[in-house]
């Protein structure tokens, strides 16, 4: 290359505005696929588990702190979803964009109402949902909400192409209301179907379909099913039946197996998020196969 073409290569360079794109970091698949929707093709998304990881139980590694570093946006769940490994990330980041109270620094729980309303709970007694249940991604409603926040933060950070960030926002709610009235009209015959759930992972979506929760594996959120609280289970469920037995793909298999043996009734797993099942590849798929997986039970 001849000096002159250099010299045009690097002015291209430098003409290219510094915030023509966001880096984004988000902390679940649920959040990686909301952003894939909103932020257009020139942003990069690095999305820090996967759904087959328990999303309290996460390591801060050096590799997440590095992808930190280099962030503009943080999306996460916020209500202490990620307090055992996020406020590691980000203060060893040494990026002071994504810190708590940042712009760069989203929290989806902070946008929507939560279920399970923040309490003073013993933490020693395993309840990892005392700032409320962070779980907020299977109910249509608070997606809608928390892409219409996501659209104006990514506007907020990236000012020349704001409202690039805001009509995809607007479309993606549009196509997401069109859906969640299709999966509403589908999954009427799941109203009233009683289930008995591993974690309160699902209590939103529960709610928004009207299914009843009959029990959890788990004697309290965050605490593991023990022998004495899944006897105790099995003979509940001899007064008050259930359909199914509904885990999360990271959920360990064990105790839903025991139960749905032992009570003779299915184990239905769910992807929980996005990857959670090899058909649930975004958030739309996701919906869809959860509802199907519910759905075949329901007769
Ligand atoms: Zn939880």
Redesign the pocket.
């Known amino acids: 290359m001849d000096l002159k073409s250099l010299l045009l290569v690097a002015a291209s360079l430098v003409a290219l505005p510094a915030s023509a794109a966001l880096n984004i970091f988000a902390c679940e698949p649920e959040w990686g696929a909301l952003a894939k929707e909103l932020a257009g093709p020139k942003s990069t998304i690095y999305v820090a588990t996967t759904a087959l990881q328990d999303p309290?139980r996460i390591d801060a590694r050096p590799s997440l702190i590095a992808r930190a570093r280099s962030a503009d946006l943080v999306v996460c769940t916020g209500a202490e979803?990620e307090i055992g490994w996020m406020p590691l990330v980000q203060s060893q980041s040494g990026n002071a964009k994504i810190h708590r109270g940042a712009p760069g620094y989203f929290e989806a729980a902070g946008h929507v109402t939560l279920m399970e309303p923040p309490r003073r709970v013993d933490r020693s007694q395993g309840d990892?949902?005392a700032a409320g249940n962070?779980?907020v991604h299977l109910d249509p409603a608070n997606i809608a909400e928390i892409a219409d926040a996501l659209a104006a933060r990514m506007a907020q950070l990236d000012p020349p192409e704001a409202a690039q960030y805001r009509e995809r926002g607007k479309a993606f709610i549009a196509r997401w209301q069109e859906a969640a009235t299709r999966w509403q009209k589908q999954a009427a015959p799941l109203k009233g179907m009683p289930v008995v759930v591993y974690?309160?992972?699902l209590s939103y979506l529960l709610r928004w379909l009207g299914l009843q929760e009959v029990g959890s594996l788990e004697p309290k959120?965050?605490l593991p099913p023990s022998a004495t609280h899944l006897s105790g289970l099995l003979e509940s469920l001899k007064a008050k039946p259930a359909k199914a037995v509904l885990r999360a793909a990271y959920n360990d298999p064990r105790a839903a197996q025991w139960l749905s043996e032992r009570a003779g009734i299915p184990v239905v797993v769910l992807p929980y998020t996005v990857g959670g099942t090899e058909k649930a590849t975004d958030l739309f798929t996701l919906y869809d196969v959860t509802l199907s997986s519910l759905l075949r039970v329901a007769q």
């Open positions: 309290h979803l990892v949902h962070p779980h974690h309160r992972d959120p965050g």
